[in-house]
């Protein structure tokens, strides 16, 4: 073929829009802003990150990388060749379905729901025809049902077929914060549109089928009606959670005829298994079809409806099974105890009529063919009723119950479990009213059984049994345990002589209630498991963006403090991103542990709540106390990757051994002693719990217990005047319109980072740069101090991992996802550890060091005033407790502590004590923490060098990054090593809170260079 002009393709590349290219070839197409977002078809990804732009005609993914134009797009799609692309374009273009004025700049705008009535019929209404209208704009939905030979072009309006699609009725609502918002779902929530578990659409990824008509009274006026919805999922697995049933109702009972105009406009009715049998029937021509749901879904709606058109004969088309035999033989006994003949439609063995249909090439033909030969099913059948050994119509083969076709979804064995199950029993057809109660019916008794959710052990099943006889009004109640033989015996035996029916009647009819009662507490135990599992929160398309523009940031840390400002937190900038990054590193292997101090009322547990406020939900678990063993039976996974967040210490004493452990081993083991349920023997039993886990607690204690402390980050709250004042502001302002504002912003605030939490992935985090860090080494427990400061590193890094690529590392057939810590990360960690670690490693408390501090001060300028040197003046404990303002409960603590440590000395003048001051240090507080590296100074080192490594060695001399951070430091540092010499300080300790993160843009200048111009060892 000649060479393609390239003015041709610039002319394509021009004139054919992508977004209507992409919009024909089956891709669902959203606004996002100017562009237009959808599923990339390059890789599977489950949330849109390929954008299309109109304006250039040009589309990138985010994802994989894909990036071109129309041209690309259609090479890339259909794997054609460029010559191929370009005749295909070239069609496209003369045929003018692929100009530009072919797509709308905006999608057609959704009508929204709202609530119009008191019992819901209007609402249900609503969401079917929002579900129909999805249906028709819905390629794909449209492409499965012509794949199923169902694209007769008046089924989808006849019956208002509908499409769920893969975000459900979500886009149909108003936004959840409304109140009009929470109204409708909780409206929908109960109707079963939307399910209490996960907040999501029942029916999405499905195609749904309304059911109209006949309602348990037979109500003529009930017609119209929409009293079941029935879904059928169509999109593939990777859209949809792995595992889902295929088969969907709503959980209100199963009531309603589907196509009643069958019934009126002959007396001869084919009966299917399922609703897409049925429509197969309607749409090769026989529109006098009605549909069961599945094999044991014949319902007394049916069999009211088929008496009152006067019905005389039934072609009973159930799929050609074990199963299908067996359910058409108890239709069959049932149609003749009403006096309707029924025919057996015979398949080829193992199809059903949709599948039929389709291999057959020839649906009309077919299935006309099929109903001539139907056989007549004699009335002996009726002695097929399934007996309580689980034969019969009540029972299946293996083949038969794992087919979910004909299994409702409330009652189907998982995908998982299927394989495992050599005889199964079939779903028993059943109704769980809203409150929990079981109904059964069998004739004209009705079974009513109440108090089965209460059974927790699967050796019992103790329930209160009603079976009532509508036709007598005869009726027999007690509560027994149904496991119990001797018990359910008594029951049949009374309850037959007080209904005067056969003994074997209701023994049958008891065995099956039994059975429905097993199939309801697993799939309730299923559901459970499912919840505590998956415990999964999706973020719409908009959360996540913004989400991820605030990952994205260049000035995250600044951001973070920022927000928690706007929320209301006053000051305590350091302190509150520490915190915010030890919950992060939940997320770690080895998780940090914060412990926060301060004395009563100081805002500690303010502290606490703000950032716990950021993370979401279900990644928190907060208690206000726990006793000694409770850690131990919270469950295995109940803590994995989690924030226990405890309100006191104190109220943790007693599992102070417990969560040591659990925060140091990453695992809890006990064996206790428990009873058997079923010998009634005491056996031992092993209990664990898997961390890692996170942990947060506060403490108005000076004297925590060590082995806790060492493991511990200790936060101390700024008890300053200065923050008192600030404090009591912020509180006036409160009161204030900008303070009733403030709280609007503080609940997107609080969303935003919620939403971010749920973005950060646990990667693994590498340290290119670990081996030439430097740290204190002169105490033993520094060891664990080091250990703080390393994973404070992780933190950050795992913090910006949108901000890194994410490299991956085979190993043994195994593929390790990380990150790489920039020195970025490591000067912002040496920022706090500065201001936590140096605290934490003073040799005495905060709070002891700011009142020997301001002692000092204060005795200078009483010295002074009265010629006196420092050391000679005495005073007492009460005019320190007016020069200061301190309370007499903190003064009698400090100035023992003090006295004990010799900083002070004591006289005694009468029967009074005064003190001395012994110390005369320098100025200064010790919150700064030596021998870091610093990484200005290495990174300079680095470039003088020509690109040499960190510098590091005995020639080397650290200045300690974060000095100016916190204050003046006196004494020197060792080179090399880092120790620092003896010396006190003088400032008072935590006087300014804000100074790490005000300084930060001082000490940041000049940006640090990339981590490329720096080469790795």
């Not at 937190?569 to 030890?582: D, H, K, P, R």
Request: net charge neutral; with cysteine; charged share 20%.
């Amino acid at each position: 073929m000649p060479r393609i002009p390239q003015k041709e393709l610039d002319e394509l590349k021009r004139s054919i829009s992508l977004a209507a290219l992409a919009a024909s070839q089956g891709h669902q197409l959203r606004k996002q802003g100017r562009d237009l977002a959808l599923l990339c078809p390059f890789h599977q990804e489950k949330t849109p990150s390929c954008v299309i732009s109109p304006e250039k005609n040009l589309y990138h993914c985010f994802g994989c990388g894909a990036a071109g134009s129309v041209v690309d797009w259609m090479m890339k799609t259909e794997g054609f060749s460029l010559p191929k692309a370009v005749l295909r374009l070239r069609a496209f273009a003369g045929s003018g379905s692929f100009s530009a004025a072919a797509v709308p700049s905006s999608p057609p705008a959704r009508q929204t729901l709202t609530d119009l009535d008191d019992d819901g019929q209007a609402l249900l209404s609503q969401v079917t025809d929002w579900y129909h209208q999805n249906l028709l704009s819905s390629p794909d939905a449209l492409a499965w049902l012509e794949k199923r030979g169902l694209n007769h072009p008046e089924l989808v309006s006849h019956f208002t077929l509908g499409f769920a699609g893969p975000h459900g009725i979500a886009g149909a609502l108003p936004s959840p914060h409304s109140k009009e918002g929470k109204s409708l779902r909780q409206r929908l929530t109960r109707l079963g549109v939307v399910r209490e578990s996960t907040r999501q659409d029942h029916f999405r990824g499905c195609l749904t089928v309304p059911v109209t008509g006949w309602s348990e009274s037979y109500d003529p006026a009930s017609r119209g009606r929409v009293l079941q919805l029935y879904g059928r999922r169509t999109m593939p697995d990777y859209q949809i959670k792995k595992g889902s049933a295929k088969h969907l109702y709503l959980p209100s009972p199963l009531a309603g005829v589907w196509n009643e105009d069958a019934l009126k406009a002959s007396s001869e009715v084919i009966l299917c298994e399922a609703l897409i049998d049925a429509m197969t029937f309607w749409c090769a021509g026989f529109r006098n079809v009605i549909a069961a749901y599945g094999v044991n879904g014949f319902t007394t709606s049916h069999l009211a409806a088929l008496q009152y058109h006067g019905a005389k004969r039934v072609l009973i088309a159930f799929d050609r099974d074990e199963a299908g035999d067996r359910g058409a033989e108890t239709v069959a006994a049932q149609l003749h105890s009403a006096g309707i003949d029924a025919w057996r439609v015979r398949f080829p063995q193992g199809l059903d009529a949709n599948a039929y249909a389709v291999k057959s090439g020839n649906p009309e033909s077919a299935l006309s063919l099929a109903l001539e030969q139907s056989v007549r099913m004699s009335a002996s059948v009726q002695a097929a009723v399934p007996a309580t050994s689980g034969s019969g119509a009540g029972a299946a083969s293996e083949t038969g119950a794992s087919r979910n076709e004909n299994i409702p979804s409330s009652a189907a064995f998982p995908a998982s479990q299927a394989a495992h199950q050599p005889a199964v029993t079939a779903a028993i057809a059943c109704e769980t009213t809203p409150s929990g109660e079981l109904f059964l019916r069998s004739g004209p008794r009705v079974w009513r059984v109440r108090g089965w959710q209460k059974n927790t052990l699967a050796e019992v099943m103790k329930v209160n049994v009603q079976v009532l006889d509508e036709t007598t009004g005869a009726f027999h109640v007690d509560t027994f345990d149904m496991y119990h033989a001797k018990q359910r015996q008594g029951y049949v035996s009374t309850a037959a002589s007080e209904l005067a029916c056969e003994l074997a009647v209701i023994k049958r009819e008891c065995g099956r209630v039994l059975l429905a009662l097993e199939q309801q507490q697993d799939e309730q135990r299923r559901t459970a498991e499912a919840e505590q599992t998956c415990g999964v929160v999706t973020v719409s398309g908009e959360d996540e963006a913004a989400a991820l523009a605030l990952l994205k940031s260049p000035e995250l840390a600044e951001r973070i403090v920022a927000d928690l400002a706007s929320c209301g937190v006053v000051g305590e900038s350091a302190n509150l991103l520490t915190g915010y990054l030890a919950a992060t590193s939940r997320k770690l292997d080895k998780p940090l542990a914060v412990l926060i101090q301060s004395s009563s009322a100081a805002g500690k547990s303010s502290l606490m709540d703000a950032v716990l406020g950021l993370i979401p939900e279900e990644e928190r678990v907060q208690y206000s106390a726990m006793t000694g063993q409770s850690l131990y039976y919270l469950g295995e996974t109940s803590l994995q990757h989690k924030i226990l967040a405890i309100a006191e210490e104190e109220g943790v004493r007693q599992a102070a051994y417990a969560l040591k452990l659990l925060q140091s081993d990453g695992e809890l083991k006990i064996a206790s002693t428990g009873k058997d349920e079923s010998s009634g023997e005491l056996v031992t039993r092993e209990y664990s719990v898997k961390g890692p886990v996170m942990l947060m607690l506060t403490t108005t204690a000076s004297d925590v217990d060590e082995e806790l402390l060492n493991r511990c980050l200790v936060l101390t709250v700024n008890e300053s005047r200065e923050q008192t004042q600030a404090i009591h502001a912020a509180q006036r302002k409160a009161q204030t319109l900008a303070g009733l504002l403030a709280v609007s912003e503080k609940s997107y605030l609080t969303r935003l980072h919620q939403n971010a939490q749920r973005l950060l992935r646990p990667l693994k985090v590498v340290n290119p740069h670990a081996e030439r860090l430097t740290f204190l080494s002169d105490k033993t427990r520094t060891r664990r101090d080091h250990m703080k400061y390393l994973t404070l590193i992780q933190a950050v890094a795992l913090l910006h991992q949108h901000q890194r690529e994410v490299r991956r590392a085979e190993h043994r057939g195994q593929v390790i996802e990380y990150i790489e810590v920039q020195p970025s990360d490591i000067a912002l960690a040496n920022r706090l550890a500065h201001e936590v670690l140096g605290r934490t490693l003073d040799e005495m408390p905060p709070q002891t060091r700011k009142l020997l501090v301001l002692l000092k001060e204060w005795v200078q300028d009483a010295a002074q005033q009265q010629a006196l040197k420092p050391g000679e003046l005495h005073f007492t404990r009460r005019e320190v407790r007016a020069a200061l303002g301190w309370g007499d409960t903190q003064l009698k603590i400090h100035l023992a502590r003090l006295l004990e440590m010799e900083y002070l000395t004591l006289h005694r003048r009468g029967l009074t004590y005064e003190y001395a001051l012994l110390w005369d240090g320098g100025s200064g507080e010790e919150a700064h923490l030596c021998g870091l590296l610093d990484v200005a100074e290495a990174e300079a080192a680095a470039t003088d060098n020509e690109g040499g490594a960190f510098r590091s060695g005995s020639e080397a001399e650290w200045s300690g990054t974060g000095r100016e951070a916190v204050g003046d430091q006196s004494g020197s540092v060792k080179a090399a090593s880092g120790q620092a010499t003896e010396g006190l300080q003088g400032e008072a300790v935590g006087a300014e809170q804000n100074a790490v993160i005000e300084v930060k843009k001082k000490m940041m200048q000049p940006p640090l260079p990339s981590l490329s111009q720096i080469p790795s060892s």
